[in-house]
């Protein structure tokens, strides 16, 4: 059978291109990660179909995280996601921003200088939730914060703080979990 470009990068195919891969890691058949050599995911991870991962300066991905269906982390920056961290279908992650200085446009492959890419650093504590369809910015999220579905955040996000909307703004707070006992 040949050897389909780009299939190395899919699904199972990938786990021996990570940086590193813990055990009982899932990526799923139809799941893409581009620069695999900078990615990191840990012990009962799973990455679903759809997901692409395009790597930058590195990912990591905290145990028993679960990257649902059409999530993108994009982005020449760092992305870190913490352990027990779900992910909406179709939620991005962006890790670096255009520099919208004066002169520079805002788009890849244009001739040096004409465009400037900010890479920055995502970082998302453990035990977060991010609803569906969100957009979240090159900022930190706090350990156990939940993002309601379709929102967008461009500001960090307090620990157990619940944000909604676009921009997203804290409406709440949920309560701190109970220490891990299994």
């Known amino acids: 059978m040949e050897q389909i470009e780009g299939l190395e990068l899919m699904g199972e195919n990938v786990k021996s291109k990570l940086k ?3 055990e009982n890691v899932k990526i799923y058949p139809m799941a893409k990660i581009a620069f695999p050599h900078v990615v990191e995911i840990a012990d009962n ?10 790597a930058g300066e590195g990912v990591k991905i905290g145990e028993y995280t679960d990257i649902q269906p059409h999530t993108t982390i994009w982005g020449g920056g760092l992305t870190i996601i913490g352990a027990r961290v779900s ?14 200085a004066p002169g520079l446009r805002m788009v890849d492959g244009l001739p040096e200088g004409a465009a400037k890419a900010i890479g920055g650093k995502l970082e998302i504590g453990d035990d977060v939730y991010i609803g569906a369809g969100s957009v979240i910015m090159p900022v930190t999220i706090g350990e156990g914060a939940v993002i309601g579905a379709g929102s967008f955040v461009n500001k ?3 620990p157990y ?13 949920r309560p701190k979990l109970d220490p891990i006992t299994w």
């Open 20 to 22: 590193y891969c813990g």
């Open 45 to 54: 991870a799973k990455v679903r179909d759809f997901a692409f991962i395009f």
């Open 87 to 100: 992910t909406g279908p179709g939620t991005v992650f962006l890790s670096a921003t255009y520099s919208h």
């Open 156 to 158: 960090d996000c307090e």
């Open 161 to 173: 703080g619940i944000y909604v909307g676009s921009p997203a703004k804290k409406i709440g707070e």
